[in-house]
């Protein structure tokens, strides 16, 4: 639990992160997906959002975007938002805050987004606090674990039906660490929480 669901320290420890939407009410959820695009899962994960009418939230490595422009654009023409995740996917808590911040700065002149996630989901809190000048910085409130070598498929999908809540902030990965899970963990998923009146959103 203590990486899908975050406990409160680490709310606590980056104050200027969003790690939960305000719900009130609602059912809203807000689908994320980190470190792509790349043209082995960023298209797939695409048609598979087309094909339930749902909205996400890239975070984008600076230099995948350098290096697949094209799928860049077609992530934003097909109606999603994208978001800063560093040039070079660097972990803020082992990298110098000056480099750091010049990293982030480099991705953002191809991304040009005011949304930015740190890698790992960590940074120093100076690094946030000066960051948060200029960036809304959107945490998670439920890591899938797609990434993960020690869980299949079905356990991604037991994690997002266990933790997920009105307000979450999900984190999938449009990733070759993720790709071959995602086939059956992305459109199950989807299914099921449409299927429990969750109303995906966008940040």
Do not use: C
Request: hydrophobic share 35%.
């Amino acid at each position: 639990m203590l990486i899908e669901q975050p406990p409160n320290i680490f709310r606590v420890l980056t104050p200027d992160g969003v790690f939960r939407m305000p719900s009130g009410e609602g059912r809203d959820i807000y689908l994320t997906f980190d470190d792509g695009p790349i043209p082995e899962a960023t298209p797939w994960v695409l048609d598979v959002l087309d094909r339930y009418g749902v909205k996400a939230t890239f975070f984008m490595v600076g230099d995948n975007v350098r290096k697949y422009p094209a799928i860049f654009e077609e992530v934003k023409k097909r109606g999603h938002r994208v978001g800063n995740h560093t040039m070079h996917h660097l972990q803020g808590a082992g990298t110098h805050t000056r480099k750091y911040l010049r990293d982030v700065e480099e991705a953002n002149r191809l991304i040009e987004s005011d949304l930015f996630r740190p890698p790992h989901g960590w940074m120093r809190p100076g690094q946030g606090r000066i960051l948060a000048t200029r960036y809304k910085i959107i945490m998670y409130d439920l890591v899938t674990r797609d990434y993960s070598r020690r869980i299949d498929a079905r356990r991604v999908v037991e994690n997002v039906k266990r933790y997920v809540r009105p307000g979450s902030i999900i984190v999938f990965h449009d990733s070759l660490k993720s790709r071959q899970k995602l086939e059956t963990a992305l459109p199950e998923s989807i299914e099921w929480l449409l299927d429990q009146g969750f109303r995906f959103r966008l940040l």
